[in-house]
Each structure stands twice: as structure tokens, then as C-alpha cells.
């Protein structure tokens, strides 16, 4: 899954993008600010420790989520507002949406229009991403009062597309996101096929002043879920060898990386779950939509595995630590067997049955 983070300048959201792509061990040098850099960073799970503690296999194997930096977004003139537009393609690409806003106060960082507001810099952002799928619908409804008027076998589609169209428009011109206008499976399919940026997931970003970091969990900003964090904090922590972290964060009185809090925002905003597997060879997280099917998540391990799909040995991650070896969670009864149909729940380990 990707991640894009987008900003306003001076907002802190490329230290941010460091810090998380030097957590992640990916390296990437900001020497072009004009271009967009991707970070792969590792999904922190501590039930995936555990099992790498208790299996002791030859390779351990995280998620991962990419994170895109998007340059800041200049919209206070018009040659800034043209630039901007040249990176909508690439958000559009994205899962969601990570909107990084300024709440700190530094002399020597002159604050974007001299605010340092983050309601208003929220705002203006969400504006310009409703003009441009505004842009977007506009041409779409275009094409498509040209193509109903044409006896084709498509004619009913597009007229059922064009109805669509015309209610993301009002629901537009009224300032409102897409998923006002976006209702049922049917529209949805249909909407994901233009990618719209207001029907993304959308995480906020709160960049505050070092002194008001503490351990905050998910808060919640403008209706959006919120994570407060210092990107300042957050690269020097970063930039640390592991040994010397703790010492550090004891001393500003953090108890955990505000990245794993965003990592795991990111999560709960795109609906995803993680099931894991376990053994000698590989202990691994997967991350799946909620609501998967064990068939469909065979596959994501291999083709093959849901192709010749037998059954799924299931556990609840908590009742094999609860019981502390899988000889005692068998004893206890805690081990099923599940079939294709089966609804994935976060935590399962679970070791597929299959022939081919």
C-alpha cells in the first residue's frame, strides 16, 4: 500500500518523510525538492517479535507500507498552483493521503502566508484537491453527453455513469468530498476507476512544537484521524543507532516512535488487518483488507496455495501466546481448521493447506 504525504511549504512534512524513510532503511537523499521520493518502511508488529522469538526462523519478514513525498504544494500564486497540479497524478496513484500540517512556531522557519494555522492550511488543501476532481468530472461529463447520444452497446453505462458524474459534480460545487455522492458497489467500482483524490482515506498530520510531543494516541482534527507528532523529533530519533534511542526518547519523555502511531492510523484509515505465518523457514505479517476470505488470502501468499486450497489451520495469535507453545494450544484445543469462505480476523496465524 502507498501512502502519499502532501503539505503546504515549512510545514515539516519532508523532515517527516526522512525520518520515516531512515527508520525504514531506505536511504533516500532529498537533493531534488521539486521531485517526489518514495520511502519503503517496515510495519512495526510485536506479535511478529514474538514468534521470532519463539521459532527462531532463519528470516523474519514485516509489511510494508511506501510513503510518497509530494513536494510542497505552493498555492499562493498561480505558477505555484500549476506546479502543484503536475503531482495530482501521482496522489491519485496512492491508497491515501497523509496531509502534514504546521503547528509548531520557529523564527528561523517563516511560516507559510505568515499563519501558522493548521484549520486554514487543512482547508486550503482540501479545496484545491476538490477543484481538481471537480476538473476531472467535468471532463468526464463532457465525453459522455457525447457518447449517450450514440445508439452503441455501451449507451445504457454511460448513461448510468453520466447520472453519477452529474451528482459528483453538485456534490462538488457544494464543497463536499466525493464520498458524499458515492453510494453503494456500484458507484464505488465505478469511481475507483478515476482514482478521485476527495474518495481517499485521509490521515492528518499535526507537526507540533518539540514540548508538546508526548505519547498522544490517535486524535482527531476537522473530522479526520489525527496523529500530533515532532518530525524534528522524530528524524533525530531516527538517525540514532537502535541502542542509543532509548536513552533519547527516556530524556524527552517518549515512551514509543510516533511513527508506528501513524503507521498504524494509515492502517485503520484504508481498513486493513494483518493474519500472520509462522514456522523454521519464515515468520511473516500480511496485510489484507478486513473482510478477506481465507481463499483470498492463500493467494496473496502464492497462486498455487489458493489454487489447490484444501484448509486453513487457524489460531488466534493471542491463545498461542496465552498458551506459550503450539504443543499447549493444541492440548487447550485452540488450533481449527477453517474453509475458503473463513473471514480473516487481525492476528490469526495461519498455515495453509493445499495440493497442487
Known amino acids: 500500500m502507498r501512502a502519499a504525504l ?10 517527516l518523510f526522512a525520518a520515516l524513510a531512515e527508520a ?3 536511504n533516500v537523499h532529498l537533493d531534488r525538492p521539486d521531485q517526489e521520493h518514495l520511502a519503503v518502511v517496515k510495519v512495526p508488529d510485536e506479535r511478529l517479535d514474538w514468534l521470532e522469538e519463539h521459532y527462531k526462523p532463519k528470516k523474519k519478514t ?7 513525498d509530494v513536494p510542497g504544494m505552493d498555492l499562493s500564486t498561480e505558477a505555484g498552483r500549476r506546479h502543484a497540479r503536475t503531482h495530482w497524478p501521482a496522489i491519485r496513484q496512492s491508497d491515501m493521503i497523509v496531509i502534514v500540517l504546521r503547528d509548531f512556531r520557529n ?10 494555522n493548521p484549520a486554514d492550511d487543512l482547508e486550503e488543501l482540501r479545496s484545491e484537491m476538490l477543484f481538481s476532481d471537480l476538473e476531472q468530472v467535468a471532463g468526464r461529463i463532457e465525453k459522455l453527453q457525447a457518447a449517450v447520444r450514440k445508439p452503441t452497446p455501451e449507451q445504457d453505462k454511460n448513461i448510468r455513469e453520466l447520472e453519477l ?5 453538485e456534490v462538488l460545487e457544494e464543497e463536499k468530498p466525493l464520498t458524499e455522492a458515492v453510494v453503494g458497489d456500484a458507484d464505488e467500482k465505478t ?13 492528518v498530520v499535526l507537526n507540533c512544537d518539540e514540548g508538546a510531543v508526548g505519547d498522544g494516541g490517535v486524535e482527531e482534527f476537522a473530522g479526520c484521524p489525527t496523529v500530533r507528532l515532532s518530525a524534528k523529533i522524530e528524524e533525530e530519533i531516527a538517525a540514532l543507532a537502535p541502542a542509543d534511542r532509548g536513552e533519547f526518547m527516556e530524556a524527552m519523555g517518549i515512551s514509543a516512535l510516533a511513527r508506528d502511531r501513524l ?16 514456522g523454521e523457514r519464515e515468520c511473516r505479517t500480511w496485510s489484507i483488507p ?11 501468499i502464492h497462486s498455487d496455495i489458493a489454487r489447490g486450497f484444501i484448509r486453513a489451520q487457524v489460531i488466534a495469535f493471542d491463545d498461542l501466546k496465552a498458551a506459550g507453545s503450539e504443543k499447549a494450544a493444541r492440548a487447550a484445543g485452540k488450533f481449527r481448521l477453517e474453509g475458503k469462505n473463513y473471514i480473516i480476523r487481525d492476528g490469526d496465524e495461519i498455515l495453509f493447506r493445499f495440493n497442487v
Not at 502532501?6 to 523532515?15: A, D, E, V
Not at 514485516?62 to 510518497?68: G, P, Q, T, V, Y
Not at 523564527?107 to 501558522?116: A, K, L, N, Q, T
Request: hydrophobic share 40%; with cysteine; proline share 5%.
Open 263 to 278: 503507521i498504524r492510523s494509515c492502517y485503520k484509515a484504508m481498513n486493513l488487518i494483518a493474519f500472520l505465518t509462522a
Open 191 to 203: 469511481a475507483r476507476t478515476f482514482a478521485f483524490q476527495t474518495l481517499k482515506p485521509v490521515v
Open 62 to 68: 514485516h509489511a510494508e507500507i511506501e510513503f510518497l
Open 290 to 300: 478486513a473482510g478477506t476470505d481465507a481463499l483470498t488470502a492463500a493467494g496473496q
Open 107 to 116: 523564527d528561523s522557519v517563516p511560516p507559510y502566508r505568515g499563519r501558522v
Open 6 to 15: 502532501i503539505g503546504l511549504p515549512q510545514s515539516g512534512k519532508s523532515t
Open 24 to 26: 525504514g532503511g531506505s
Open 165 to 169: 458524474m452529474q451528482r459528483m459534480q
